[in-house]
């Protein structure tokens, strides 16, 4: 039942972003996908400016990337100047497309794209996509080690690690491309990968798509697109992701830790396993998964059925379930201090994310929560805090709206927690943290909220509270003890 190597991205070939040689071509946002965007369209011919908010100065290192490259630049702004001539906006994932010159460009019948748009057009290898509001990283990385464990030549890239237009040129049709997509690269997207996953559709980022329709909306267009010959992988346990089987023309495939589905990846007495075309073969025992947490199981769970389809044996896949070590910032373990283990989830960026991670622990847990809300709802997540968590320590901006949430739940629900303390910054949050600590204890960095408050990104966040940890002494706990 394994899909084709040579099965092609698109049929679409009056889309506007096909051919590029001598097109206007603006490129908005010079981070990660936009510098790549950049390089991919000089290369192609097309006459790219870019535009940033940001200044020269402040984008020295991506500005350095392109200096061999005929770009034209427009910095510190989006001017309206842009619309002139231009056959075509390429948008980075963080530019809101309700910016006014985007907004112009739509009336006037521009047409807008992503990286993903203009790589999945032209791809020669079997793409598996990959979509989840979590879980999507780990998914994505356990499928490239999945494909590479089987000796296949395997690219992984898009939202996770490197833009893959910077490999286009070297991908062969033999090849097989695993690719995290985000919602905010699915919003343009008008062609979907011949294999497709979502993991899960929970509230996130509604800070930039408005509502939680419009959010469903963007997800749902990596399975819209597809052909009856391509494969939907849907997470059978939530219920937004299993709707979307009626979203696609595509063969569809479920994965489940609670139902034995007739096509997909399910737990079963204790075992993991595998059914596709008739054929229902044994992964392995459940005690057996390396990565710790029942969310990870469903990541695992999925990331066998998406190999399962593309051909990859069982073997491959058991080799990595067992030894799979996790990926950084997704419940990394930093150390143990004075007989507490301190573990970095700084990925969650949403309560959703962070109630999987407590919900991960027997342990004790000391809770570190906090910097910008993405406004989310966040009463589930205070009344699992409550039941959960021995002491919550908050920081950032939604340090205090957080502590509130939490001590307003505590009135009508019982649990563990002994007390709640709210400080400024991550540094403040550790040494809290370190003298709060007994032994037992977890103290779990997963806040709940985006890092844009004090740090870059949630990977800045995420190493500089490794850091700090690291950087616990015996005179740290001289200090934990007074």
């Not at 939680?212 to 997800?219: N, T």
């Not at 379930?321 to 143990?336: D, K, Q, T, Y």
Request: proline share 4%.
């Amino acid at each position: 039942m394994a899909l084709s190597a040579s099965h092609l991205r698109s049929s679409a070939t009056d889309s506007p972003t096909r051919d590029l040689a001598g097109k206007r071509v603006v490129v908005l946002g010079l981070a990660r996908q936009g510098v790549a965007m950049a390089r991919f369209l000089a290369r192609a011919g097309a006459r790219v400016t870019v535009s940033d908010l940001k200044t020269k100065a402040e984008l020295a290192d991506a500005l350095a990337a392109l200096a061999d490259l005929p770009v034209r630049y427009a910095l510190g702004g989006h001017p309206m100047s842009l619309l002139r001539g231009t056959d075509l906006f390429c948008v980075s994932g963080g530019v809101p497309l309700d910016i006014p010159l985007l907004v112009e460009a739509r009336r006037k019948g521009i047409p807008l794209a992503s990286d993903a748009q203009l790589f999945l057009e032209r791809c020669p290898a079997t793409v598996v996509g990959i979509t989840g509001s979590a879980g999507k990283t780990t998914t994505t990385a356990l499928v490239g080690e999945m494909g590479r464990a089987a000796g296949r030549t395997t690219w992984v890239g898009g939202n996770i690690g490197n833009p893959l237009l910077d490999d286009l040129e070297r991908i062969a049709p033999g090849d097989l491309v695993v690719m995290e997509l985000s919602s905010f690269q699915l919003e343009l997207t008008t062609v979907s990968p011949p294999v497709a996953a979502v993991l899960n559709i929970t509230p996130n980022h509604l800070d930039r798509h408005g509502t939680m329709e419009a959010y469903i909306a963007a997800k749902k267009r990596i399975v819209a697109f597809q052909r009856p010959e391509d494969w939907a992988v849907l997470g059978f346990d939530d219920a937004n992701a299993r709707a979307l089987a009626l979203e696609t023309p595509a063969r569809v495939v479920f994965f489940s830790r609670g139902v034995q589905v007739d096509q997909g990846a399910y737990k079963t007495n204790g075992q993991l396993a595998l059914r596709l075309g008739g054929r229902e073969e044994v992964i392995c025992d459940r005690t057996e998964v390396s990565l710790r947490g029942e969310h990870n199981l469903l990541n695992v769970l999925a990331a066998c059925a998406l190999a399962g389809v593309v051909g990859i044996p069982v073997e491959a896949m058991r080799q990595v379930v067992r030894s799979f070590p996790g990926v950084e910032h997704r419940l990394e373990f930093v150390r143990e201090w004075r007989g507490v283990q301190w573990y970095d989830d700084s990925i969650a960026t949403a309560p959703e994310r962070v109630l999987a991670a407590l919900q991960s622990f027997t342990e004790p847990i000391i809770l570190l929560a906090g910097g910008r809300d993405k406004k989310l709802p966040w009463e589930e997540f205070a009344q699992e805090a409550v039941r959960r968590v021995r002491y919550l320590i908050t920081f950032g901006e939604a340090g205090e709206m957080i502590a509130e949430k939490v001590e307003e739940a505590a009135r009508t629900t019982s649990g563990r927690l002994e007390g709640v303390q709210r400080v400024r910054t991550l540094e403040e949050a550790v040494e809290a943290a370190a003298r709060v600590a007994r032994p037992g204890d977890v103290v779990l960095l997963s806040p709940g909220g985006t890092s844009f408050d004090a740090f870059r990104d949630f990977a800045h966040r995420g190493d500089r509270f490794k850091e700090l940890v690291h950087q616990l002494t015996a005179e740290s706990a001289e200090n934990a003890e007074v």
